[in-house]
T-cell receptor, first 115, second 117 residues
Framework: DAGVTQSPTHLIKTRGQQVTLRCSPKSGHDTVSWYQQALGQGPQFIFQYYEEEERQRGNFPDRFSGHQFPNYSSELNVNALLLGDSALYLC??????????????FGDGTRLSIL | AQSVTQLGSHVSVSEGALVLLRCNYS??????LFWYVQYPNQGLQLLLK??????LVKGINGFEAEFKKSETSFHLTKPSAHMSDAAEYFC???????????????FGQGTILTVHP
């Protein structure tokens, strides 16, 4: 049973560019959340997708956008990259709409470096 | 806003010693509580979660955590540390808003556990 998979594992971009990160949830999960983890910090919630719509959003600018597909996989897009966007981006999935204390299962993340 | 405080960014113990990692939350209504572990260059793995069924929660790898409402705490313990326990540990919460809690995890800053031979 495959867990949460993310691609690519590493990515290097320059300021001003755009990037797309991808996530396939754990089998049976329908809810996908994205987190940004800067070096030495805890993950910060970016947004969550359920039924192909953004249901919740953290304190991130509109440069961060996403999408969820009918097969529950998801993409995270970041436009106009800034140096401060360098971080580990984590995808997490959960079952049954992620209601309550449904455990979230995390992928290994995409390490994004901005030059 | 919900917040989580982990006391001690670094904890160092000897192999075989007790592990105690501290976590306090700030809310009048006890949130859903979780502990995650992160090994280098990996994602987060769930150690345990508080379900309100019991105040002492047992997790994987011999870890357990005790929920104390009066102290707004959810400290993580393990009786005997192993070298393989060296990692970063995160306490996290989801606000308990009944049927409208949708898994927005708020994490603490993390505690790096070092285990000495």
């Amino acid at each position: 049973d495959a867990g949460v998979t993310q691609s690519p594992t590493h990515l290097i971009k320059t300021r001003g560019q755009q990037v797309t990160l991808r996530c396939s949830p754990k089998s049976g999960h329908d809810t996908v959340s994205w987190y940004q983890q800067a070096l030495g910090q805890g993950p910060q919630f970016i947004f969550q997708y359920y039924e192909e719509e953004e249901r919740q959003r953290g304190n991130f600018p509109d440069r961060f956008s996403g999408h969820q597909f009918p097969n529950y996989s998801s993409e995270l897009n970041v436009n106009a990259l800034l140096l401060g966007d360098s971080a580990l981006y984590l995808c997490a999935s959960s079952p049954r709409g992620g209601i309550g204390n449904q455990p979230q299962h995390f992928g290994d993340g995409t390490r994004l470096s901005i030059l | 806003a919900q917040s989580v405080t982990q006391l001690g960014s670094h904890v160092s113990v000897s192999e075989g010693a007790l592990v105690l990692l501290r976590c306090n939350y700030s809310s009048s209504v006890p949130p859903y509580l979780f502990w995650y572990v992160q090994y280098p260059n990996q994602g987060l793995q769930l150690l345990l979660k508080y379900t309100s069924a019991a105040t002492l929660v047992k997790g994987i790898n011999g870890f357990e955590a005790e929920f104390k409402k009066s102290e707004t705490s959810f400290h993580l313990t393990k009786p005997s540390a192993h070298m393989s326990d060296a990692a970063e540990y995160f306490c996290a919460v989801i606000p308990n808003a009944g049927g409208t809690s949708y898994g927005k995890l708020t994490f603490g800053q993390g505690t790096i556990l070092t285990v000495h031979p």
